[in-house]
């Protein structure tokens, strides 16, 4: 038998596969968690003293359970796990059933059972340009077009919107959904204002379209009033879910560990969901749902969630403050009211994933622009810092660091600048 080695499996492999792509961060990440390595890359929750005390507590509880936790589960979730999460749910503001929720292997599941239920190939998802990569990926394994739409200080640009969709209609282009994460959205941390999400609403009424709405960091406000969701707002109208699919996850608020995330959507959504989730793993961990729900039943995690909240104002504190500090001042960036990142503007001669090299080899890490956007092209100029793992005084140590970078980087590009002015002069023969 002819072995020729690596390789021989290329013509092999799925053409789907051809879109899928990683980021920059995880390409480096083995040094980005290097020791000295400051990482304001990844969204990664503050556990801290929380997951021993939390173990201990629970242990002899899910030892209980065990008969249950180490079985077989339904695929939609125990029901334990399906009520405790609808009890989340209206605790964030947002009226939920348990009978509506399907629990998932985190919320990244939901991005990818949306794509699998709802997406052809050559579809179009409609999305925030930039937004999160983890959905770029997940829907790219089925191969749609991606539709872009800006974000600003309010969220999404609805009324570009409704121009990308009118466009869409008149060349023939079949969109299915839109994907948004209206609260302290990943990577930009704006929050969509009450008026854009109305408009949202109409919007996906006038296309006939579902709306998935990611509230990944909807219980993390540290500032402002809250905004009701999508799913909400939809609630007050028709009085239960209709076209607006809300994905959360516990991730967040209590452990990425476990790999719980849910999605509350109608009947139909999740019938489809569910059998799509069949094929793909039977149903969600019944020891992780064991834990979640010792955790969860009690009013304690609210307390939890409170002193998250105090965690990450601070630490989101150090970040603006640090910026303010130590960054140019062509360089902005937002000021989110929660969740956990802080996008950055900087010069628009200057590329943020071409530094990204030296900033590691500084110390620190960071999340480039591109990754946030389907065509990798847009976002040169831009990179995501998350404020939520690196405590605050490594956050002014990282933010410093890559202050100077900049500063450095600007310099090198001002004097290139200067130079090829002198030279288109002398070629002129001035």
């Known amino acids: 038998m002819n072995d020729d080695g690596g390789g ?59 008969a249950t936790a180490f079985q077989y589960g339904p695929t939609e979730g125990a029901s334990a796990a399906r009520s405790v ?26 991005l990818d059972l949306m794509g699998r239920v ?48 009118e466009r869409a209609r008149k ?23 009450l008026g854009r999400r109305r408009e949202l609403l109409e919007l996906a009424r006038d ?13 993390l406000r540290y500032e402002g009033e809250s905004v009701p969701t999508l799913s909400a707002l939809e609630h007050e109208n028709i009085g239960g879910p209709g076209r607006v699919a809300y994905l959360g996850t516990f991730s967040k608020v209590f452990s990425p560990g476990v790999r719980l995330g849910w999605v509350h959507a109608r009947p ?27 955790f969860f039943r009690g009013g304690e995690w609210r307390e939890h969630v409170r002193r998250l909240g105090g965690i990450y104002r601070e630490r989101r504190d150090a970040m603006l403050d640090s910026l303010a500090e130590f960054m140019p001042e062509e360089v902005s960036w937002t000021r989110p009211e929660g ?11 200057l590329d943020a994933a071409a530094i990204l090299p030296e900033a590691v080899g500084r110390g620190v890490a960071y999340v480039p622009g591109e990754d946030f956007y389907a065509d990798a092209v847009a976002g040169k100029n831009r990179l995501r810092l998350s404020f939520s793992f690196a405590e605050p005084q490594l956050i002014w140590r990282g933010v410093r660091i890559l202050s100077g970078i900049v500063r450095d980087r600007m310099e090198i590009e001002d004097i290139a600048a200067g130079r090829g002015l002198r030279e288109q002069a002398y070629a002129r023969g001035g």
């Not at 749910?89 to 985190?106: F, M, Y």
């Open 8 to 66: 021989r499996f290329d013509r092999l492999y799925a053409d789907r596969t051809m879109s899928m792509r990683t980021s920059a961060t995880k390409a480096l990440a083995a040094p980005r968690r290097g020791p000295g390595i400051v990482s304001l890359a990844g969204g990664s929750p503050e556990m801290g003293a929380f997951a021993e005390e939390a173990l201990r507590r629970m242990g002899s509880s899910v030892v209980r359970e065990a």
């Open 85 to 110: 999460v609808a009890e989340a749910i209206i605790a964030a503001g947002t009226p939920a059933r348990s009978e509506d929720v399907l629990v998932t292997n985190g919320g990244q599941q939901v």
């Open 118 to 165: 709802f997406l052809n190939e050559e579809d179009a998802v409609l999305v925030e340009a930039p937004t999160y990569y983890g959905a770029l990926n997940a829907f790219a394994a089925y191969r749609p077009r991606i539709l872009g739409v800006p974000v600003d200080d309010e969220g999404m640009d609805v009324a570009a919107a409704r121009e990308v969709l």
């Open 171 to 193: 060349i023939g282009t079949r969109v299915k959904f839109v994907y948004t994460i209206p609260n302290f959205q990943n990577p930009t941390g704006v929050t969509m204002t």
């Open 207 to 219: 296309f006939g379209l579902p709306i998935l709405e990611d509230d990944a960091y909807g219980m």
């Open 268 to 294: 139909d959504i999740l019938g489809r969901m569910r059998l799509a989730k069949q094929g793909a793993d039977l149903g969600p961990s019944s020891l992780s749902q064991t834990v979640a729900v010792e």
């Open 339 to 349: 969740g956990f990142f802080v996008w950055v503007t900087l010069p628009e001669n």
